[in-house]
């Protein structure tokens, strides 16, 4: 198992990363965001890989961090979910809202990533959900993402979410916004702190 490549970007597209280790390109299907992670053409970079093995073919998948590559491999356990959905989804958002709209039901979220419909994306959060209990996320406040689901309505963080999808956010939008304030605000200043941030979005 290939745990990390460490080497010279040698290609860079849309889709694809070459790093030249020890004279030897490996070619890595990656994402948008990882593309965008990675130095120019010539300069050294790590790519975190997954190898997937087939009948026919080894195919190498490389991320510029940790977080991408659990996410990947989380999402591909999902039943109808290849390595082109995972991608497709990662490259629409980072980790981070992509446990997010799993975490609040925001299936209507990841259908923007192409490729990927309505019924695959309820899939995804149907067998995740449960899965991601327990995991936390932010700007370093370390809140779990149970305080955003239903049941999490009851605390502070939970009804200023609740409030913000009534205004028409979706769920993991109002969620991101949330959890990048100081959590121990009043719900109303929650909610104004997450409207300007939202707004400045827009």
């Known amino acids: 198992m290939i745990y990390s490549l ?6 860079k597209t849309d889709k694809l990363a070459v790093i030249n280790c020890g004279g030897v390109g490996f ?16 300069q050294t970079a790590t790519l975190y890989t997954h190898l997937a093995v087939k ?7 490389g991320f510029s961090t940790q977080a991408e590559l659990s996410c990947f491999q989380l999402l591909v356990t999902v039943s109808g979910v290849g390595p082109r959905n995972a991608l497709s989804i990662l490259s629409s958002y980072p980790p981070d809202r992509v446990l997010l ?3 609040s039901s925001d299936a209507k979220s990841l259908t923007a990533a192409p490729g990927v419909g309505q019924k695959l994306a309820n899939r995804i959060v149907l067998e ?3 899965k991601i209990k327990g995991l936390a996320f932010g700007g370093g406040q370390g809140v779990s993402l149970e305080d955003i689901t239903p049941a999490g309505e009851d605390s502070e963080v939970g009804q200023a979410v609740a409030a913000l999808t009534s205004l028409g956010y979706t769920q993991s939008e109002a969620a991101l ?4 304030l100081e959590q121990s605000l009043p719900v109303e200043e929650l909610i104004k702190g997450a409207l300007k941030a939202l707004a400045g979005r827009r």
């Not at 009948?55 to 998948?61: I, T």
């Open 6 to 11: 460490t080497g010279e970007v040698a290609v």
């Open 27 to 42: 070619s890595c299907k990656t994402t948008r965001n990882t593309i965008a992670d990675l130095p120019r053409t010539g």
């Open 55 to 61: 009948e026919d073919a080894l195919d190498l998948y």
């Open 101 to 103: 709209c799993i975490a």
């Open 128 to 130: 995740l959900k449960d």
């Open 177 to 180: 916004a949330v959890s990048k």
